[in-house]
């Protein structure tokens, strides 16, 4: 009898325990549960709270396309106003095409040359964000008609904050592989970490510079010209002396003729002397044989 009343003593002391050991278990899982939801809230709050701080990523361009009066001034006068600005002159290229040109003679040594043209110029230029709308408008002062002007905005919060929590994601593995022993795989994939780690620093640096100084697209275009110009003739066929000139050097040139030939033939006046002499004892001779025939007819 005594042994059975302390069977179910112990009995009832067992199911006792177990009902609360389960209810420290559920009581325990709830506290976790909790705890969990108030680390994973803490972190959404957080989140959330960096995202908000977070300064805005904004890359501006900016395109003008106009007209002016004189092409090279205006571009000296743009290149002081971004210096002034403290921006800088990335590309700047200006080029004068000759439309069409015709060549008056105006005497035998010079021409006049008549010549249309038109001037184009295009600059790149890069200065401060806050100051890219104060240029846009100073450089539309200098133009005759502004025929394209346009800005545009490229919002990279996003891509920014997505590359720089990779680059940190990749940091953080980075770190954790160089406590472990790598091996010769393991190497490889370090490497490939940082170098993509370094790609995603590189490209958040490069989108700093672009918000830093934003870009400013100029093609300005100069009114058709005309040039008028006095130049030597080329042609030197043209060249020539008056017509008086050219008998007097005629006359002059066919006496030295004569003189030069008559001063060669007096250098030759022995073989003359030869050929008179010849001559005369020929016709001598001629004259002496006709002579008899006559006399005895």
């Given at each position: 009898?005594?042994?059975?009343m302390?069977?179910?003593?112990?009995i009832?002391?067992a199911?006792?325990?177990?009902?609360?050991?389960?209810?420290?278990?559920?009581?325990?899982?709830?506290n976790?549960?909790?705890?969990?939801?108030?680390?994973?809230?803490?972190?959404?709050?957080?989140?959330e709270?960096?995202?908000?701080?977070?300064?805005?990523?904004?890359?501006?361009?900016?395109?003008?396309?106009?007209?002016?009066?004189?092409?090279?001034?205006?571009?000296?006068?743009?290149?002081?106003?971004?210096?002034?600005?403290?921006?800088?002159?990335?590309n700047?290229?200006?080029?004068?095409?000759?439309?069409?040109?015709?060549?008056?003679a105006?005497?035998?040594?010079?021409?006049?040359?008549?010549?249309?043209?038109?001037?184009?110029?295009?600059?790149?230029?890069?200065?401060?964000?806050?100051?890219?709308?104060?240029?846009?408008?100073?450089?539309?002062?200098?133009?005759?008609?502004?025929?394209?002007?346009?800005?545009?905005?490229?919002?990279?919060?996003i891509?920014?904050?997505e590359?720089?929590?990779?680059?940190?994601?990749?940091?953080?593995?980075?770190?954790?592989?160089?406590?472990?022993?790598?091996?010769?795989r393991?190497?490889?994939?370090?490497?490939?970490?940082?170098?993509?780690?370094?790609?995603?620093?590189?490209?958040?640096?490069?989108?700093?510079?672009?918000?830093?100084?934003s870009?400013?697209?100029?093609?300005?275009?100069?009114?058709?010209?005309?040039?008028?110009?006095?130049?030597?003739?080329?042609?030197?066929?043209?060249?020539?002396?008056?017509?008086?000139?050219?008998?007097?050097?005629?006359?002059?040139?066919g006496?030295e003729?004569?003189?030069?030939?008559?001063?060669?033939?007096?250098?030759?006046?022995?073989?003359?002397?030869?050929?008179?002499?010849?001559?005369?004892?020929?016709?001598?001779?001629?004259?002496?044989?006709?002579?008899?025939?006559?006399?005895?007819?």
């Open positions: 009898m005594k042994k059975r302390l069977s179910a003593l112990v009832s002391i199911l006792f325990s177990a009902c609360s050991g389960n209810r420290s278990n559920e009581s325990a899982y709830k976790l549960t909790a705890d969990s939801a108030s680390v994973s809230d803490q972190k959404a709050l957080s989140n709270t960096d995202t908000a701080n977070v300064n805005l990523k904004l890359v501006k361009t900016a395109e003008m396309q106009f007209k002016v009066k004189d092409a090279l001034k205006a571009g000296e006068t743009i290149t002081g106003l971004v210096n002034q600005h403290g921006g800088m002159v990335m700047h290229h200006l080029e004068t095409t000759v439309n069409d040109t015709r060549t008056l105006l005497n035998d040594d010079s021409v006049r040359q008549v010549s249309a043209f038109t001037t184009t110029d295009e600059m790149i230029v890069r200065v401060p964000q806050r100051h890219l709308a104060e240029l846009m408008s100073q450089v539309s002062h200098l133009s005759t008609q502004v025929t394209l002007m346009k800005m545009d905005v490229d919002d990279r919060t891509n920014y904050m590359a720089a929590q990779k680059a940190r994601n990749r940091a953080d593995v980075v770190t954790y592989q160089q406590k472990e022993k790598a091996s010769a393991s190497a490889a994939s370090l490497l490939a970490l940082k170098d993509e780690k370094t790609n995603r620093e590189i490209d958040n640096i490069r989108t700093d510079a672009e918000i830093r100084y870009t400013l697209s100029l093609n300005f275009t100069q009114n058709t010209g005309v040039s008028i110009q006095k130049l030597p003739n080329t042609d030197l066929s043209a060249y020539g002396l008056p017509a008086g000139q050219r008998l007097w050097h005629a006359i002059q040139n006496w003729i004569f003189s030069d030939v008559f001063i060669g033939i007096l250098n030759l006046w022995v073989f003359v002397l030869l050929a008179l002499a010849g001559w005369l004892g020929y016709r001598f001779y001629k004259k002496r044989q006709v002579k008899p025939i006559v006399a005895n007819i």
